[in-house]
């Protein structure tokens, strides 16, 4: 069983959609965290939930909305979709209010704006 | 605030090399100190870790020891091998920045046979 699965891992699609990426992890883990990571490869924190509550929200454009339904899943919905969009998105989970937890991630959804 | 810094890469070795990864950083309180590792089309998963100073953490050949006083966490092993070819990030969580775990900006490595 795969830890933390996100889908799709390929995404395509035109300027101006809306399209969501779906989480699940199945670790019983209290925290999920959306990230992304640019051509360069590096990776920043967009959003974290922990108990389905957001506690981390950087400074991303309004058009990113993430839902937690529950402890389980956290999905994320991209409105209006721009080229800059373009990256690769993970998922991560974690036990929180440690500091030497380990996180977990997701294997990736390439988002290719055109 | 926290902060990771880590070699920029690319760094391209040969086979059999030893390899350094120099990963300093900047924290309040006593972080624990990670090194993830991101395989070609893959996630991040977790190399090795230290929590507490002048700890070693260890995990297939590599090596990293919390240096408290030089505030570093470098990436080393003796002997790399193609399959190694990966970027690596440091990264740190502690309490002071409610343990989100702070990432450097991640070192692509090549090693060609």
């Known amino acids: 069983d795969t830890a933390v699965s996100q889908t799709p891992k390929y995404l395509v699609t035109q300027m101006g959609n809306d399209k969501s990426i779906k989480c699940e992890q199945n670790l019983g883990h209290d925290t999920m965290y959306w990230y992304k990571q640019d051509s360069k490869k590096f990776l920043k924190i967009m959003f974290s939930y922990n108990n389905k509550e957001l506690i981390i929200n950087e400074t991303v454009p309004n058009r990113f909305s993430p839902k937690s339904p529950d402890k389980a899943h956290l999905n994320l919905h991209i409105n209006s979709l721009e080229l800059g969009d373009s990256a690769v998105y993970f998922c991560a989970s974690s036990q929180g209010g440690h500091a030497n937890t380990e996180a977990f991630f997701g294997q990736g959804t390439r988002l290719t704006v055109v | 605030g926290d902060s990771v810094t880590q070699m920029e890469g690319p760094v391209t070795l040969s086979e059999e090399a030893f390899l350094t990864i120099n990963c300093t950083y900047t924290a309040t309180g006593y972080p624990s100190l990670f090194w993830y590792v991101q395989y070609p089309g893959e996630g991040l998963q977790l190399l090795l870790k230290a929590t507490k100073a002048d700890d070693k953490g260890s995990n297939k050949g590599f090596e990293a020891t919390y240096r408290k006083e030089t505030t570093s966490f470098h990436l080393e092993k003796g002997s790399v091998q193609v399959s190694d070819s990966a970027v690596y990030f440091c990264?740190?969580?502690?309490?002071?920045?409610?343990?989100?775990?702070?990432w450097g900006a991640g070192t692509k490595l090549i090693i060609k046979p």
């Open positions: 990264a740190l969580s502690a309490r002071d920045s409610n343990y989100q775990l702070i």
